[in-house]
């Protein structure tokens, strides 16, 4: 059903005996309050909204969009026997006949959540149950008049285990604290997180922590240097946190070993650039203590002196760096200058010393180069 496409349906009355409350219908439970509330609104303004329903096999309607006016009129008529003679378009109300399934229950969900809005368990099973019935994301995204987005992640809520959603139905959980079921697909796993859930105050990362104590996100280090493909290359699974909107990586001893022999081969290029040793770290930060502390004496790169006709132009260059206007070209004539200013290390250099690769916080990269261990000291002097 488009927005474009026109919808033909019948308007009939129909005595409160022949109406129904349908299964279709997301608002199964309502609070006798609001039930006497609009039914002494009902008896003095009218039934000002018509109710919206489909046809039953016995010649009646399930009403798919009006069960609290179907129970207020319900509770008047059971205050007052007379209703027929009293108030007959009460006794008879108009209702809109749908004319198949499908529109019926698009009326279900639009009509509810238009009215008041549904409880966020109510909400989730409207969801899943349109979907189940064949609707797609955005037609339920048009029926409740939200975003896609929003209908996906109400989706991925709609198939949490049933303990779940009645705990939140009940209020021993929040949305947000339902939300984080959804990166587990463990069911017993699951079950024994909400039994801790109730009458205890867990926050979001302590559900999740329980939930899935080895998950590493997608922005851990190891994460960003190897890549998602080789990780899942390896055989590592991939969840997510929808809500969130963070990939989940389930496997970390499989992230692990692709980390180490990631790193293995880059420390493997290293050797061959004539290092005298090439050694891993798998911390993500080596300081200047480092150095100290493992007794390390450090040679430097042997700098490169650039003719007057090199210095006018890397002054120009640098210049145009500064005001971000260099193209292409002259990025690469800027970087060829500074590589010959910063210098390189000889092959005297390297037949002494050695380098440790590392990987820092954001998945970079680095290394100590130029190390002279105590062993060696005497031989490099």
Not at 181 to 210: M, P
Not at 217 to 236: C, L, N, P, S
Not at 258 to 286: I, N, Q
Request: glycine share 6%; net charge negative.
């Amino acid at each position: 059903m488009t927005k474009q496409s026109m919808i033909t349906a019948d308007e009939a009355r129909f005595p409160l005996a022949k109406l129904v409350l349908s299964p279709m219908n997301p608002r199964q439970n309502v609070p006798a309050a609001e039930v006497e509330e609009l039914a002494e609104s009902i008896w003095t303004a009218g039934l000002i909204q018509n109710l919206a329903g489909i046809m039953d096999e016995n010649g009646g309607a399930e009403i798919v969009a009006g069960g609290r006016r179907l129970r207020a009129l319900q509770l008047l008529a059971e205050r007052h026997p007379e209703l027929a003679q009293e108030r007959p378009e009460l006794a008879s109300p108009r209702v809109l006949i749908a004319p198949d399934q499908t529109t019926a229950q698009a009326w279900a969900v639009a009509e509810n959540a238009a009215r008041r809005d549904l409880h966020p368990a109510d909400e989730i099973r409207a969801y899943g149950k349109m979907e189940r019935n064949g609707a797609t994301p955005a037609a339920i995204a048009r029926a409740f008049a939200v975003t896609e987005k929003s209908v996906y992640r109400r989706l991925a809520l709609a198939g949490l285990p049933e303990a779940v959603i009645d705990a939140l139905a009940a209020n021993e959980i929040n949305l947000s604290a339902a939300a984080c079921f959804t990166i587990s697909t463990d069911e017993a796993r699951s079950l024994e997180v909400l039994e801790q859930c109730r009458g205890n105050t867990l926050s979001d990362y302590q559900i999740k922590k329980a939930l899935k104590p080895d998950a590493v996100k997608d922005t851990d280090r190891r994460a960003k240097f190897v890549g998602i493909e080789a990780y899942q290359a390896a055989g590592g699974r991939v969840g997510g946190d929808l809500f969130a909107e963070e990939t989940l990586l389930d496997d970390a001893d499989i992230l692990d070993a692709v980390f180490a022999d990631r790193l293995a081969e880059v420390a493997d290029s290293h050797k061959r650039d004539g290092w005298k040793w090439v050694e891993v770290s798998h911390a993500d930060y080596l300081g200047y203590w480092f150095l100290q502390e493992n007794g390390f004496e450090r040679i430097h790169r042997e700098t490169g002196t650039l003719s007057p006709e090199q210095s006018e132009r890397f002054d120009e260059l640098t210049e145009q760096a500064e005001a971000d206007a260099l193209d292409e070209a002259g990025q690469e004539e800027f970087a060829a200058l500074n590589a010959i200013t910063e210098g390189d290390y000889t092959e005297m250099q390297r037949a002494h010393s050695g380098v440790i690769i590392y990987v820092d916080s954001q998945g970079e990269v680095q290394s100590y180069e130029g190390l002279i261990r105590k062993v060696d000291k005497a031989e490099a002097v």
